[in-house]
């Protein structure tokens, strides 16, 4: 199971880290990722981090803005999100994959997380 945290209310320019607890033994060895769906939008990749924590992939809409990271002893994984936009306003939500190869799109992903809001104001 994934339990997403860390969403909330904020002013364009401001950070939050959203979190993502995993149970399961086998979260070490599970490529990570993040993904965003905002009203009326389709589901779209944000992030993703190989089991090891050695490679990170992001979207060009937030590359140089969000950090993926994850610590395998905690059974949790990171997106540290700066310089929020309006535009990043979504739904993010964590998910797993059980393979070690990166994908980019939903369907790669086997269990999901709940989701959590993320608004951002201008």
């Known amino acids: 199971q994934l339990q997403a945290s860390g969403g909330g209310l904020v002013q364009a320019g401001d950070s939050l880290r959203l979190s993502c607890a995993a149970s399961?033994?086998?979260?070490?060895?599970?490529?990570m990722g993040w993904f965003r769906q905002a009203p009326g939008k389709e589901r779209e990749f944000v992030a993703a981090i190989t089991w090891s924590g050695g490679s990170t992939f992001y979207a060009d809409s937030v590359k140089g803005r969000f950090t993926i990271s994850r610590d395998n002893a905690k059974n949790t994984v990171y997106l540290q999100m700066n310089s929020l936009k309006p535009e990043d306003t979504a739904v993010y939500y964590c998910a797993s994959r059980r393979q070690r190869v990166v994908a980019t799109t939903s369907p790669g992903y086997d269990y999901w997380g709940q989701g959590t809001q993320v608004t951002v104001s201008s």
């Open positions: 399961g033994r086998t979260f070490s060895s599970y490529v």
